[in-house]
């Protein structure tokens, strides 16, 4: 996935947001991040980026696409799994409306 252009960011929702929201304390809600990624045109490339980014780790923290640090754990080995060619398509399908767990 191309995560060197990140012209994007320029579109994201989260940006007013306040970090506590994105990223919120241990045992916190990510309901509000959810809210605001839900409205977001860059779901798509953000997650991209993160999952990249954290690779097989098993920490991950805040939110990314809408995907919440469980959602991104249980998909990392298919996304470790595919081409990196294929990454692209892949965060689209996870980031369309509707995609639980
Ligand atoms: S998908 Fe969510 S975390 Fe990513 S840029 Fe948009 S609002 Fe921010």
Redo the contacts with the bound molecule.
Sequence with gaps: MDTERQD??M?????P?DGGI?FPPPRGSYEP?RR??A??S??AP??GLAMDAEGGASYRH?????LDPRQRILRAPQWLAVEPDQRAALAKLW?QAGVKA
Aim: hydrophobic residues 40%.
């Design positions: 994007w960011k579109s994201a929702a989260c940006g947001a994105m991040a605001i990624c409205g977001c860059v779901r953000c997650l805040g939110m990314y696409g809408g980031t």
